[in-house]
């Protein structure tokens, strides 16, 4: 083991400025996530195709199959926290998630045209998908010193965004090679997924957290209602719950640079890539940013990222415009995402961390999709720049009630103060 | 970490990108090789648009004619996704391979020789040449036009031979919708179908949750709706009714039943099928009509005919078949 991921206490200072490693286990399970967004993005990419084109399936079943489990995966996700503290086994549970996603793809495959067997699959999916999260991200945040968080998240970030912008690629290149095989697309998709089980399996370290590797100590039970108690965490989940819900969804602001400017629709399915390429830029360097000036200040800077990207569509001016509502959009990622992690989980017991992620990451997902849903009625009642006007107002009110919920210093009584 | 253990790992890990790499190379090659045969154009024996049903087969995605009930089969026509024939014309939509989605919009002669080739983007949906064979329309599926990135939007276009002016996308018409010149960024339209004097057409249009039957006019470029609910306008022979599927349950799995309407009365009736139909039906004649249903027997789709008035029973018309259109 390295000295640098324990993040001992009594390790001797290092002058600033000089590069430190990031922990091995961040770095072992961003290249796990990194290879799994392969294997999953790889279906998402085509998975639209194959069940229209290559099954007849009308677009209305297709809408019905995919909506039908988005509402699940906040529940399984909570439960997958849970079973993580549970005598924490982060990495069983979060291996579990990742195998179940990886053996949806063989039940694509095996399906065939069965409408059944491919929801089954797609069930399967989500539900991988919704258990491995928080105690994936609550081993990330137990393997590294807690002032080098955001660091950590954002390196795992960028990791995994690099694997999701790979996904469509190589799904691509498969159809490419095959003439339209959507099965082959499947078959490496599985053999990719079994890649990053094996890799997490071989690569991350059971037992996370800072003590030195050897019999751990019996894993405290975790607390009963634990995470909605403690004071601090409940005002970054406040927080973070009444942004999310002021946020309209990165599609619809694709819609509108598309509607505004007038852009061929082609573009559509591109802009996503902009701003995941900017993300992927600026999600290590964020991250490092939020450690040193405080995440707090961080993730508010980045939803001010937003607001400038809405701002920027209220005046539109041709191309400048495209540029900078991606550029900020993926500053608003990169500042947000990993670095809410980072803010929260000093804040959270290691016994209690998966799941308090967990309720963290929910209670976030389904404030967005209130907003984004808030959003799409007031673009039908009002149109499109009225419901961008109450969108901004909406983010900037959230945004100065967020900078008073917010604590202060979070990770305050854990977090080694290195001002002289 | 020891490492000799470290070293295991590490050789286990490199064995096991083998076997998989290997694994997906090999069913890459597989399936690079068991790939359908290449879209095939008409033989020459079939190169002739002579009277009788035409209609894709789906054993083989060519397109087949039956003279006449108990006459057999005759195949030998292009490879076409979607078909239709009318005048003396033919047009055969055909998914190219490759991503994003396109597909190819074939005109051919009534000797099925091509004379026009238009690639749009998206997925065959619907296919319509017009009694006199000179204005054809088709709709294809694209994806990502719309907020949510799985969901599928419509693309319409109209193609009129005595010009050779081509309206890739029909969505800009200006549209009256309650009265009123109707605005929004979610119109979509498909399933054309057209009148006796090339000009008149019927088609859905779909925005803000609901569908509608409209009303077109080409020369004056302008539509209007009609009525809720209709989807894959069918206009009859004698140009009085239009067949079309309606929105009867939110049941994704049945939403359809076909329904005929009288454009004098603006009254309708639903037809005998009782299976949900998502297909823009056929009039075999003034009292009949033919559409594809999910197949049976492990088919991929069958066409049926049923009574135009509502009476009678549905048949089974064509095994294995779709895209029906006759040729007197």
């Not at chain 1, 990330?140 to 694997?163: K, N, Q, Y």
């Not at chain 2, 925005?207 to 009303?215: K, Q």
Request: hydrophobic share 45%.
């Amino acid at each position: 083991m390295y000295l640098a991921a324990n993040g001992r206490p009594d390790a001797p200072p290092r002058p600033p400025g000089v590069r430190r490693r990031v922990p091995a286990a961040v770095l072992a399970l961003g290249t796990v996530s990194l290879v799994t967004d392969i294997s999953s993005e790889m279906v998402t990419a085509v998975l639209p195709l194959y069940l229209v084109l290559g099954l007849g399936l009308t677009p209305l079943q297709f809408g019905f199959l995919d909506g039908m489990f988005n509402g699940a995966t906040a529940l399984v996700r909570l439960l997958g926290g849970r079973l993580a503290d549970r005598g924490g086994h982060h990495k069983r549970v979060a291996g579990a998630g990742y195998l179940l996603s990886a053996l949806s793809r063989l039940g694509l495959l095996l399906a065939g045209g069965a409408t059944a067997g491919i929801a089954a699959a797609l069930a399967a999916d989500r539900l991988g998908k919704g258990v491995r999260t928080a105690p994936r991200d609550a081993l990330i945040s137990l393997s590294g010193p807690p002032e080098s968080l955001g660091r950590s998240f954002g390196v795992h970030r960028a990791m995994d965004t690099t694997g999701a912008l790979l996904g469509p690629l190589a799904a691509f290149a498969v159809l490419w090679a095959t003439a339209d095989a959507y099965d082959a697309v499947f078959a490496v998709s599985f053999s990719i997924g079994l890649l990053g089980v094996l890799l997490l399996v071989a690569y991350v370290p059971a037992a996370p957290g800072p003590a030195a590797p050897g019999p751990a100590p019996a894993p405290a039970p975790p607390p009963r209602r634990p995470v909605l108690r403690d004071p601090v965490f409940r005002r970054v989940l406040y927080a973070s719950a009444l942004l999310g819900a002021t946020t309209i969804g990165d599609a619809f602001l694709y819609l509108l640079l598309l509607r505004e400017l007038d852009l061929p629709p082609a573009l559509f399915t591109l802009l996503p890539l902009g701003a995941a390429a900017v993300y992927l830029l600026l999600a290590v360097p964020a991250g490092r940013l939020a450690d040193r000036t405080g995440r707090r200040t961080a993730f508010l800077l980045g939803h001010c990222a937003l607001l400038g990207a809405y701002a920027l569509l209220l005046a539109p001016v041709r191309v400048p415009t495209v540029v900078g509502v991606l550029a900020l959009l993926g500053i608003f990622y990169a500042a947000t995402d990993g670095v809410l992690m980072a803010l929260a989980a000093p804040a959270l017991p290691a016994a209690g961390r998966a799941g308090g992620l967990a309720v963290l990451q929910t209670g976030q997902a389904l404030a967005r999709l209130l907003g984004a849903a808030g959003f799409g009625a007031a673009w039908t009642l009002w149109g499109q720049r009225p419901a961008l006007w109450a969108a901004a107002l909406a983010l900037a009110g959230a945004l100065a009630a967020a900078s008073r919920i917010l604590p202060a210093a979070p990770a305050a009584p854990a977090a080694p103060q290195e001002v002289p | 970490m020891n490492p000799p253990s470290r070293r295991l790992r590490l050789a286990l890990v490199v064995t096991a990108v083998l076997l998989l790499a290997g694994g997906s190379l090999g069913y890459v090659l597989h399936a690079r090789h068991r790939e359908r045969p290449p879209a095939q154009q008409a033989d020459a024996s079939f190169g002739a648009l002579e009277p009788g049903l035409y209609f894709r087969d789906t054993a083989g995605g060519r397109i087949a004619r039956q003279g006449g009930p108990g006459l057999p089969r005759v195949t030998g026509g292009p490879s076409c996704d979607r078909f239709h024939t009318a005048g003396g014309h033919a047009l055969c939509l055909r998914k190219l391979p490759g991503v994003p989605a396109r597909t190819e919009a074939l005109v051919l002669d009534r000797r099925l020789r091509e004379v026009r080739k238009v690639t749009v983007p998206g997925i065959p949906n619907r296919a319509r040449v017009s009694a006199s064979g000179q204005i054809l329309s088709w709709t294809t599926f694209t994806t990502g036009d719309s907020y949510n990135t799985a969901a599928f939007s419509t693309r319409t276009a109209i193609l009129d031979l005595r010009t050779g002016y081509l309206v890739k996308s029909i969505e800009q018409i200006p549209l009256t919708l309650d009265g009123a010149r109707h605005h929004d960024s979610d119109v979509n339209y498909w399933g054309v179908t057209f009148a006796a004097d090339d000009n008149r057409f019927y088609a859905t249009v779909s925005t803000r949750g609901a569908t509608h039957l409209v009303e077109g006019d080409l020369r004056a470029w302008s539509a209007k709706a009609l009525r809720e609910n209709a989807e894959c306008p069918s206009l009859s022979p004698d140009g009085a009714r239009v067949a079309f599927k309606k929105k009867v349950s939110d049941d994704p799995r049945a939403p359809w039943r076909l329904y005929v309407l009288d454009l004098a009365t603006m009254r309708e009736h639903p037809l005998a099928e009782p299976h949900s139909v998502d297909d823009q039906a056929a009039w075999l004649d003034d009292a009949t009509l033919a559409y594809a249903l999910p197949g049976q027997d492990g088919r991929a789709s069958d066409i049926w005919s049923t009574p135009a008035d509502g009476t009678g029973e549905p048949a089974l018309l064509v095994p294995g078949g779709s895209s029906p259109a006759d040729v007197d």
